[in-house]
C-alpha cells in the first residue's frame, strides 16, 4: 500500500514518504491546476521531479472526477446526504476550485510534453512505478510508428507521410486495416504502454502504431508528445490536438524558449526553390507527354481523364512553377553584401511573396495544388524526386498566412502575425555535397549561388500566446535548470503568477563546488575570445583537468563551451603531453558531433568506469550538447563536472544579433510596470543555462556525491555566481589557489566514501566476469550481463563506427603492430597453466606450435580498455594514437627490466613468449626466420653483429620500431650499450641505457653488498601473494593508477644514512625539477613551516608545485620527510586521496626516507623516477 498525504485538500498517493522539497514541489502544482493559473516550477535534478508532477495532477484529476460524481449523487439523492459524517459538499471540491463541471467529458485532459521521445520514455516508466493507472497514449511520428516495410523503405519522411496516406486513402496497408480492431484490445487499453511498447504490439498483432496511438488519443486521460508537435502549429493541426480546457505540462522545459522560436521560423535557400522547380518541371513534361499521346487534347484538357492520380490541371501546374520562379527571382533581386544580409521588418514577408502571387487570396488554392502534387509525386514508383522544396513552400504557406481574416482586418492580422519576427536575406555559403537532380529539366539547380530567405521568430511568447488562445486550463513549465526565474518568465509573455525554486535533498557533505580562478601553474582560467586560444592558457587548462582527473574518483565529466573550442584544446593536450597525463590516470573519451556514434562512446565510458581495474575515466562533452541534455550520470558516473568556460552564443551570428537588437527595441517600446530582457542579459543568460544544465548531471539522486569546477575566472564575480541554480549558490568557494582546491576535494571525497560506501565493483576474469552497465532511468544499475562479450562487443562497434578510435586488432594477422597486447596482457594479468619454457632463446623451439594457444588468449582481451585509447575525433590523428600506444608499450617493458633482479623464472618465460608471438604476428615469414636463426646464433656465439644486421629489418617500418626496442631486454650486459647506440642510429630513439645495465648479474651483487656496507640509503619493491603481478603493478602503470605496486615502497630496516644526505639528494632532485623560481617558493614555506608550524599553508604550496607535472608526484611523497610527527598522518591521508591508495600503503615518514636496505640499491628508485619522467616526455 503506496503512503498518502493530503495537500491542498487533495489526497496524492505517493511511492515513499515524500520529502519536504517533494511536498512543496506538489503543493505548486496544485495550486496551478486549482486556480487555473500558470506555473513555472524549478527543481534540481535528483529531487524526483517527474514523480511528483505525475502524482499531483493524477491525484487532483481523480480529485476532480469525485466531484462530478459527487454532484450526481447529490442530485439523486435530492439533497439528502448518504454519508452523514462525510458530505457530499465535501468531495472532491477541492479540485475544482468553483468550477461547476456536469459531465465526465468535462475532465480536463493532460497533456504531457518533454523534449525527446526517450525522455518521455522515462516518464512512461516513472509511471509506471505509481499506484495510477490512467489511460494513456504516446503520439509519435511514421518515422518511429510506422512499421509498413515498403513505407519504412523510403528516405525521406515527406514521402513516406505522402505514402503512407495513398495507402490508408486505397485501404491497401493491411495493419492499418486492423486499427479498428484491435483499438479495443484489452491489453491495449489497460495497459500503459510507451513508444516502444506500442511498436512491439503492432508488430506482433499486425496493427499500424501510428494510427492506433491516433485512435487511443481520443479516450486518454494523459497524452504523452514531444514539445514541438504542441508548439508547432503545422504539428499540432497534423496530429488533431485539442487543446481546449486541457492542462498543459512542458517537461524539461528549458529548450521551451528555442522550440518556441524555432517552430515558427523558416530558411528557404536556394535549394529549396531549385528542388521545387526540378519536380515541378519533371511533373510538367510527364504529364505533357501523357496528354500529347491521346487524339483528345484540348485547351480545356484535364490531367484527371488520364488516370494519373492528379487531380489539378496543366495550368494550375504550371502555375506553381511560375509563383516558384517568381519566388527564385524576387529573393535574389536583392544585392546583398557577402559578410552580412539585409534585415527587414516581419511584416515585410508579405510583401515579398506578394511579388510571387502568394497571398491571404491565393494560399487556399496554392496550398491545396502543392498537397496534390507532392503527394503525387511521392506515390510513383521509380526514379526518386526529391519534394522537400515543395514540402516546404507549404508549410511557409501555413505558418506566414495563419487565420483566416476578412478583407478588412487583413492588415491587422499581418500586423499581428509578423511583430515577433523579423526578414533577414542572406548569401547562400553552403555546398550541398549531393547533387540536386541530374534531368535535364531542371537548369535552375545550376544556377549562380543566390540568397537565402530567414524569416526568423524572436519570441516564444509567439507560440505560447497562442496556446493561451486554444483555451487551455493552464500551463505548467518545470525543469532542474530554469534559473534565472524571472528573465525566463519575462520571455514566455505570458503570466506566470506560480513561481518556485526548489532545494535539494542532498546536505551538506554531498556537494563541492569550487571557482578554480588559476591553474596549477598560476595562470589565469578565461575561455573568453581574447584569450581561449592563447598556449598558456590551453596549457594551464590542461594542467588543471590532468591534476583534478588524479583525485576525483570514478567518473569525471569535461563541459567545453563549444565543439570548436573542445577540438582546439585536445589537439594542443596531444601535441603538448596533457592528453597523455590524463589518459594514464582516466582513459578519455570524446562526445562525437554526429548522432550515430554517440551511443558506443559514452557506453565505451560506462564500461571504463566499472572496470575494476580503472581508476575510472574521463568525458569530456560540449554544453547544450547530447550529453549535457539529460542523460544521466550518476553515482560512479559522474563524480566530478568540470566546466571550462562560459558558452556564450556566437556573438557575430546574425540571428543573434537580431535577438538582441529585436530585445532592446522591445524594452525601449514596454509599457510602464512591464520587465523584459535586454539584449545583453538574453545573452549572458543563454550561457548561463548552458553551464546550470551541464552541472545537473552531477547529483542524480539523494544518496549521490559529487564535486563541481567552475574553470574560469568569470565565475568569481558575485553576478555570475547569482546566476547559478539555487541549490548550488550557497556552496560555491572561491580559490585563488590551485593547492587549496587539491587539498579540500581531497579531503571532501574521502569524507564523502566513508559516509556514503558504494558498492565495490567486481573484479572481471577473462572468461565470465561480468560488468554492470548504467541504467539512464535509474540511479542504480542495471542486470549484470557477460564481461568479455559485451565488452569485446562494444569494443568492436567503436572501432567500426568512431574513427578516431579506429585501431588495428589484436589478432589481426595483416602485419599490424601487436606490440600493444604486451600491456593488454599486463592489464589482464593472463594466466598460462602450461609449463613455460625457461627464456626468450629457449622458447624459440617452442614458437612455432605454440603462438595458435596465443591467439585463443587474445580473443578475451579486447576490453572497454580499447575502447577508450585517446579516442579524440580527429582522423588525421590515428597514426599518432598508434605511435603514443607503443610508447607506452616500451615503456612497460622497460619499466619490467629495471627490476629483472627479482622477476621469477615464470614470468620471464611469459614475456618472452608473449614477446615471440608478437613478433610473429608483426613480420612476415621469412624475416620471422631470419630472426630466429640470427637469435639462435647469438646465443651460441656471442656475435652481436649478425643479431644487429637481421634485426635492421624492424627499423625500416615505424610500426615495427617497438619490436626492435624490446629486443633491447634481451640483449646480454656487454652488448646493451652498443645495442642501444645501433636502435638510435636506425629508429632516432635508443633503448633508455645507463651504465648500470652494463654490469652483470655478479657485478651488480657485488655493487649492491659494498652499498649496504657504506650505509646508503636502499629501497626495495615488495609484493604479497595477493598482487596479481609481481614488483611493479603494470596494470596500475599504464591505466594512469598509483605508480607503485599494492604495496608501495618499502624500505628494511637494517642500516641508516645520515638526514642531511637524504635530504641533500632531494633538494638536488627539487631544483632540477622546479628551477630556481619555484625552488625558491618551496625552500622558503619550508623554512616558514618550521618557525609556524602552518602545516595548510606548506601543504598548498607543495601541492601546487608538485602536481603540476606527474613526473614530480614521487617529490611530494618524498617530501613527507619534512613534515612533522603530529602532522604525518593528515599528510598520509593526503597522498592517499591523490594516489588512489589507502594511506597505510605510502611510506612517508622521515624514518622510512632514511632507512638503509640490503637489496636492491637506492639506483632501483631512480629507475622509478626515470621511468615516470620519461613517459613524460614521450
Excluded at 559578410?339 to 496550398?367: C, N, Q
Excluded at 570548436?564 to 582516466?586: Q, S, T, V
Amino acid at each position: 500500500m503506496m503512503p498518502s498525504l493530503s495537500l491542498n485538500g487533495v489526497t496524492v498517493n505517493f511511492p515513499f514518504p515524500p520529502y519536504d522539497c517533494q511536498k512543496d514541489y506538489m503543493q505548486k502544482v496544485l495550486q496551478c491546476l486549482q486556480e487555473r493559473v500558470n506555473g513555472v516550477l524549478e527543481s534540481p535534478t535528483g529531487t524526483g521531479k517527474t514523480l511528483c508532477l505525475l502524482c499531483a495532477t493524477l491525484a487532483w484529476r481523480e480529485n476532480f472526477k469525485d466531484t462530478i460524481s459527487a454532484r450526481k449523487i447529490a442530485q439523486r439523492l435530492g439533497g439528502e446526504e448518504m454519508f452523514p459524517d462525510t458530505p457530499l459538499s465535501s468531495w472532491g471540491t477541492a479540485a475544482t476550485d468553483g468550477d461547476t463541471p456536469t459531465f465526465y467529458t468535462d475532465i480536463p485532459k493532460i497533456i504531457y510534453a518533454s523534449r525527446t521521445h526517450s525522455q518521455l520514455t522515462q516518464v512512461v516508466n516513472e509511471l509506471k512505478n505509481t499506484s495510477y493507472r490512467p489511460k494513456v497514449c504516446v503520439l509519435g511520428s511514421r518515422e518511429q510508428l510506422c512499421i509498413n516495410p515498403e513505407v519504412m523503405r523510403q528516405d525521406s519522411n515527406h514521402v513516406k507521410v505522402h505514402m503512407c496516406r495513398a495507402k490508408v486513402s486505397t485501404r491497401s496497408c493491411v495493419y492499418y486495416n486492423n486499427v479498428d480492431e484491435k483499438s479495443t484490445d484489452r491489453d491495449l487499453t489497460n495497459s500503459i504502454l510507451d513508444m516502444e511498447d506500442l511498436v512491439k504490439f503492432g508488430n506482433k498483432n499486425r496493427v499500424c502504431p501510428y494510427y492506433l496511438s491516433r485512435s487511443m488519443k481520443t479516450q486518454a486521460d494523459v497524452i504523452f508528445m514531444p514539445y514541438n508537435y504542441l508548439l508547432d502549429p503545422k504539428s499540432r493541426r497534423a496530429h488533431n490536438i485539442e487543446l481546449n480546457g486541457a492542462v498543459v505540462i512542458f517537461d524539461e522545459a528549458h529548450n521551451v524558449e528555442k522550440t518556441c522560436e524555432e517552430s515558427t521560423s523558416f530558411d528557404l535557400t536556394p535549394y529549396d526553390i531549385a528542388s521545387a522547380i526540378s519536380a515541378v518541371d519533371r511533373l510538367l513534361v510527364e504529364q505533357a507527354k501523357e496528354a500529347s499521346s491521346r487524339d483528345s487534347v484540348t485547351q480545356d484538357f484535364n490531367v484527371e481523364s488520364l488516370n494519373s492520380g492528379l487531380k489539378i490541371e496543366i495550368d494550375t501546374i504550371a502555375k506553381i512553377k511560375q509563383i516558384l520562379l517568381d519566388l527564385e527571382a524576387a529573393i535574389d533581386s536583392y544585392e546583398v553584401p557577402s559578410d552580412k544580409g539585409i534585415t527587414k521588418p516581419g511584416i515585410f514577408i508579405y510583401e515579398l511573396l506578394e511579388r510571387a502571387h502568394l497571398t491571404y487570396s491565393s494560399k487556399t488554392a496554392v496550398y491545396e495544388a502543392l498537397d496534390q502534387i507532392t503527394g503525387y509525386l511521392a506515390g510513383q514508383s521509380g526514379i526518386f524526386l526529391n519534394t522537400s522544396g515543395l514540402q516546404k513552400l507549404s508549410d511557409i504557406i501555413q505558418l506566414v498566412f495563419c487565420g483566416e481574416p476578412s478583407e478588412k482586418d487583413r492588415q491587422q492580422q499581418m500586423q499581428s502575425n509578423t511583430a515577433h519576427f523579423k526578414v533577414h536575406i542572406h548569401q547562400d555559403t553552403s555546398h550541398h555535397k549531393k547533387k540536386q537532380n541530374t534531368d535535364v529539366w531542371g537548369p535552375s539547380t545550376s544556377k549562380k549561388q543566390g540568397n537565402i530567405l530567414s524569416y526568423w521568430c524572436f519570441s516564444p511568447g509567439f507560440s505560447m500566446q497562442d496556446l493561451v488562445n486554444q483555451g487551455v486550463r493552464c500551463i505548467i513549465l518545470t525543469s532542474g535548470t530554469l534559473s534565472p526565474l524571472s528573465s525566463f518568465t519575462s520571455e514566455m509573455r505570458i503570466k506566470f503568477p506560480v513561481c518556485l525554486e526548489n532545494s535539494h535533498v542532498i546536505e551538506r557533505d554531498q556537494i563541492f563546488v569550487s571557482v578554480v580562478e588559476q591553474g596549477p601553474d598560476e595562470v589565469r582560467l578565461s575561455s573568453a575570445f581574447d584569450r581561449r586560444f592563447v598556449p598558456e592558457n590551453m596549457s594551464s587548462l590542461g594542467s588543471t583537468v590532468a591534476n583534478l582527473s588524479r583525485v576525483v574518483p570514478h567518473g569525471l565529466l569535461v563541459f567545453f563551451p563549444s565543439f570548436f573550442l573542445m577540438e582546439k584544446n585536445l589537439e594542443f593536450w596531444r601535441a603538448n603531453g596533457h592528453a597523455d597525463r590524463i589518459e594514464k590516470i582516466k582513459p578519455m573519451f570524446v562526445e562525437p558531433k554526429g548522432k550515430s556514434n554517440f551511443t558506443e562512446v559514452i557506453d565505451g565510458y560506462y564500461n571504463k568506469v566499472n572496470d575494476p581495474a580503472s581508476r575510472g575515466g574521463s568525458f569530456f562533452a560540449v554544453c547544450r550538447g547530447k550529453a549535457s541534455e539529460g542523460l544521466d550520470f550518476a553515482n560512479t558516473f559522474g563524480r566530478g563536472v568540470i566546466i571550462t568556460g562560459l558558452p556564450f552564443p556566437p556573438k557575430m551570428d546574425p540571428r543573434v544579433i537580431l535577438k538582441m537588437q529585436f530585445l532592446d527595441d522591445m524594452n525601449r517600446k514596454k509599457p510602464p510596470g512591464v520587465k523584459y530582457l535586454s539584449g545583453q542579459e538574453w545573452y549572458r543568460q543563454q550561457a548561463f543555462r548552458a553551464v546550470n544544465q551541464a552541472i545537473g548531471r552531477v547529483i542524480r539522486h539523494k544518496d549521490d556525491y559529487g564535486a563541481i569546477f567552475l574553470c574560469d575566472q568569470r565565475f568569481k564575480s558575485t553576478d555570475a555566481r547569482a546566476n547559478l541554480p539555487s541549490w548550488v549558490r550557497p556552496y560555491v568557494r572561491v580559490y585563488d589557489n590551485f593547492g587549496n582546491i587539491v587539498r579540500d576535494v581531497s579531503q571532501f571525497f574521502r569524507v564523502a566514501q566513508k559516509m556514503r560506501p558504494v558498492v565495490e565493483k567486481k573484479a572481471a576474469s577473462d572468461s565470465c566476469g561480468a560488468a554492470c552497465l548504467p541504467d539512464t532511468q535509474s540511479s542504480g544499475f542495471t542486470s549484470c550481463s557477460s564481461y568479455q562479450s559485451s565488452q569485446t562487443q562494444k569494443a568492436k562497434a567503436l572501432d567500426a563506427h568512431t574513427p578516431s578510435l579506429k585501431r588495428r586488432r589484436l589478432n589481426d594477422h595483416t602485419g599490424a603492430p601487436g606490440m600493444s597486447k604486451i600491456c593488454i596482457e599486463y592489464e589482464c594479468e593472463v594466466q598460462e597453466s602450461h609449463r613455460r619454457p625457461a627464456n626468450l632463446l629457449d622458447a624459440l623451439e617452442q614458437g612455432d606450435h605454440r603462438c595458435g594457444d596465443e591467439d585463443d588468449a587474445a580473443v578475451g582481451e579486447e576490453k572497454a580498455d580499447r575502447l577508450s585509447t585517446m579516442s579524440l575525433q580527429y582522423d588525421k590523428k590515428v597514426d599518432d594514437e598508434l605511435r603514443g600506444g607503443k610508447r607506452k608499450i616500451k615503456l612497460v617493458q622497460e619499466q619490467r627490466t629495471t627490476a629483472s633482479q627479482v622477476l621469477s623464472e615464470e614470468n620471464k618465460a611469459s614475456r618472452a613468449k608473449t614477446f615471440l608471438a608478437e613478433m610473429k604476428k608483426s613480420l612476415s615469414q621469412v624475416n620471422f626466420e631470419r630472426v630466429v636463426q640470427a637469435l639462435q646464433t647469438y646465443k651460441k656465439t656471442d656475435n652481436l653483429d649478425l643479431l644487429l644486421t637481421e634485426t635492421a629489418v624492424l627499423a625500416e617500418d615505424s610500426n615495427t620500431h617497438s619490436l626492435l626496442w624490446g629486443f633491447y631486454q634481451f640483449v646480454r650486459p656487454h652488448h646493451k650499450k652498443r645495442f642501444d647506440e645501433k636502435c638510435q642510429e636506425l629508429t632516432g630513439r635508443g633503448c633508455g641505457y645507463k651504465p648500470d645495465h652494463s654490469l652483470s648479474k655478479d657485478e651488480k651483487r657485488a655493487l649492491m653488498l659494498h652499498s649496504a656496507t657504506d650505509g646508503k640509503p636502499k629501497v626495495v619493491l615488495t609484493s604479497t601473494g595477493t598482487s596479481g603481478c609481481s614488483q611493479l603493478n603494470t596494470q596500475q602503470l599504464n591505466q594512469g593508477g598509483h605508480h607503485l605496486n599494492h604495496q608501495g615502497l618499502r624500505e628494511t630496516q637494517t642500516g641508516s644514512a645520515p638526514k642531511t644526505e637524504v635530504h641533500g639528494v632531494f633538494l638536488a632532485d627539487v631544483k632540477k625539477a622546479l628551477k630556481a623560481e619555484k625552488s625558491a617558493q618551496l625552500f622558503q614555506a619550508i623554512r616558514s613551516y618550521k618557525m609556524t608550524d602552518n602545516y595548510e599553508n606548506l601543504v598548498t604550496t607543495v601541492v601546487s608545485l608538485f602536481t603540476e607535472k606527474d613526473e614530480d608526484f614521487n617529490l611530494l611523497v618524498r617530501f613527507g620527510m619534512f613534515i612533522r610527527p603530529h602532522h604525518k598522518k593528515q599528510y598520509k591521508e593526503m597522498l592517499a586521496a591523490l594516489g588512489g591508495q589507502p594511506a597505510d600503503v605510502l611510506a612517508v615518514s622521515e624514518d622510512q626516507q632514511t632507512n638503509a636496505s640490503s637489496s636492491p640499491s637506492l639506483k632501483t628508485q631512480s629507475k622509478i623516477s626515470s621511468f615516470f619522467s620519461s613517459s613524460q616526455r614521450k
